[in-house]
């Protein structure tokens, strides 16, 4: 990441009387752990909206984007472990991190309750990572002032 | 809140075309009908079934299931069309017809869009 100076690393948290109204959002991410960029940059401008204070209601992992929650990828020392940079967000801003259970299923990434379900061998769902269906991104869409989608 | 969803995923080859419909479907079951923009290769979802490869399952089940869901409000870029030769009366459904320069009018009537 050198040569990358983020927003966050110059702002604090802001003022209560910051001159933008915090505003609710709900990210897409469509991209995997093989279009990096991409990846990083939803996960960039995710921690830059809490940072400033907005809420993030969900973030929703659809197709290529549920591989990022699977606990089981081992990442090179040197590169980012993106599905922790994840987790480490969720804990630090209680982020709910929902993933298409549909393709998660057909991308071979279970929970424990569909690992008993269809009888599997593993679970490999990464923490702080939930499996769930469409209805909470239309769900979380119409809640949200500003939709947001990583990758393509 | 009103959605315009942006489909430019050719519907073979590759999950995408389908995993965008699903979205469109559940938008509508959670009653937010979207409207749907086909843009580039997405215009050729809307081919006829005849068209379709043997080997894969024909997405216009899922295009003509869309008015079943009162999702009627569909848009079709000229260029895209112009780009691969067809025309409306190539298409399976009845769709509006924009082109490439009202396509940011359009967007700018709707509150939220989903690009595919």
Redesign the interface.
């Known amino acids: 990441m050198a040569g990358f100076l983020y927003m966050s690393d110059l702002i604090k948290p802001p003022a209560l009387h910051s001159p933008h109204p915090s505003l609710t959002y709900t990210v ?1 991410v ?1 991209c995997g752990p093989h279009q990096q960029g991409q990846s990083l940059s939803a996960l960039e401008f995710t921690k830059e909206l809490l940072v400033h204070g907005h809420q993030v209601l969900r973030v929703f992992f ?2 290529q984007g549920v591989h990022l929650s699977s606990s089981l990828r081992v990442m090179p020392q040197d590169e980012l472990d993106l599905t922790a940079l994840w987790q480490q967000l969720s804990l630090d801003y209680d982020l709910e991190l929902g993933v298409c259970i ?2 998660a299923l057909q991308s071979g990434i279970v929970d424990q309750q569909e690992c008993r379900r269809y009888e599997l061998s593993a679970v490999n769902l990464a923490p702080q990572f939930t499996l769930m ?3 909470q ?3 979380a ?2 809640e ?1 002032d ?2 947001v ?1 990583f990758g ?1 | 809140m009103s959605c315009l969803m942006i489909l430019s995923c050719a519907p073979y080859g590759s999950r995408s075309a389908k995993e965008s419909l699903d979205v469109a479907l559940v938008l509508a079951a959670f009653e937010q009908q979207p409207a749907i923009l086909f843009l580039n290769e997405g215009v050729l979802q809307l081919l006829p079934a005849s068209k379709c490869p043997a080997t894969h399952k024909h997405i216009g089940k899922i295009i003509s299931a869309l008015e079943m869901y009162d999702i009627n409000e569909l848009w079709i870029e000229q260029e895209s069309l112009d780009q691969f030769g067809l025309t409306k009366e190539d298409l399976s459904q009845p769709v509006n017809v924009i082109s490439r320069a009202k396509v940011s009018e359009l967007c700018s009537q709707y509150d939220q869009h989903m690009v595919f």
């Open positions: 897409i469509r659809y197709q549909a393709v269906g469409l209805g991104l239309a769900s869409s119409v949200s500003r939709l989608s393509g």
